[in-house]
């Protein structure tokens, strides 16, 4: 069986298909072939899941509990 | 009567109940005021977006089917509002919903790898930094924090919509494109593209620090 080869170039235009399981069967086994043998493509999918994590902590803004109430309560009264 | 707790929620909201209307703002006000932020410079008037989501929301409840959950709904609501209040002072809005298209170029400099006529053609030529240890439990930097929020503003809009819906709100794939009206594989492209340009600002960042 001859597997498709990923080169580094493609393989990071690939990592968020890879990230949400978006693959077919051969295009996932060919990313983790390309994976197991490429320091560089897991470093750098690593950090794409870094960045994930990250922009996931940005903090909401802060919403007065005084002010939310009135928003609800005029929006209520309408 | 239903099983189902979105259709018991709307059904209460239907009926006016007031306590799980309050619930609805109390749940999704901060949210929707952190999109709009993202595409409204002012903060006056990513209040008034949001406001007017809300009240566009009271005076659409009644019609609404529930073919799509609350939240999505409110946040069609909200990218419609932003895109008149940002016909209207066009200085404010950060985008062009209009013109914006798919840019499909690579999202990694390709000078970074060998080129064509290269022995290792297509491979890094140097591995992408390492980047230092954060603590998961410790609080990120508000410089990072700042850092990272900024690169998301700098993305297009519908890039800039996708991640912050995605990453930062955690919305599944599939609400975001019922929300935004976009098709699987185009989500998930400007996803790729969104947090690609995330990632290399970060790498810049840790570059530079000493």
């Not at chain 1, 693959?23 to 086994?29: D, K, L, T, V």
């Not at chain 2, 999109?35 to 008037?45: I, V």
């Not at chain 2, 700098?154 to 609400?175: K, N, S, T, Y």
């Amino acid at each position: 069986m001859t597997m498709e080869a990923i080169r580094c170039r493609d393989f990071v235009e690939r990592v968020t298909e890879y990230m949400e399981e978006a693959q077919p069967p051969e295009g996932r086994a060919a990313m983790e072939a390309h994976l197991a043998e490429c320091e560089a493509c897991t470093r750098y999918l690593a950090q794409m899941g870094q960045t994930v994590a990250w922009v996931g902590r940005l903090p909401l803004p802060k919403v007065e509990v005084a002010a939310r109430e009135a928003l609800a309560r005029r929006l209520r009264g309408r | 009567m239903s099983a189902n707790p979105e259709a018991a929620r709307l059904a209460a909201l239907q009926a006016g109940d007031a306590a799980a209307f309050e619930a609805l703002v109390a749940e999704q006000h901060a949210g929707l005021l952190r999109l709009a932020r993202l595409f409204l410079t002012d903060e006056r008037l990513a209040e008034e977006a949001v406001q007017e989501t809300w009240l566009a929301a009271v005076r659409g409840l009644e019609r609404f089917e529930g073919r799509s959950s609350l939240k999505t709904w409110l946040v069609s609501i909200l990218m419609n509002r932003a895109r008149t209040i940002g016909k209207r002072e066009a200085r404010y809005l950060t985008i062009d919903f209009e013109s914006e298209d798919f840019d499909d170029g690579p999202t990694v400099e390709p000078t970074r790898f060998y080129g064509r006529e290269e022995e290792w053609d297509g491979y890094w030529r140097e591995y992408p930094a390492a980047w230092p240890n954060q603590p998961e439990a410790e609080a990120l930097s508000g410089e990072l924090l700042a850092l990272i929020e900024a690169s998301i503003r700098r993305l297009p809009a519908r890039q800039r919509a996708v991640i912050l819906l995605r990453d930062m709100q955690h919305w599944g794939a599939e609400e975001v494109c019922n929300a935004l009206d976009v098709s699987e594989t185009n989500q998930r492209v400007l996803l790729h593209r969104a947090r690609a340009a995330v990632r290399q600002a970060l790498e810049s960042y840790f570059e530079e620090q000493p």
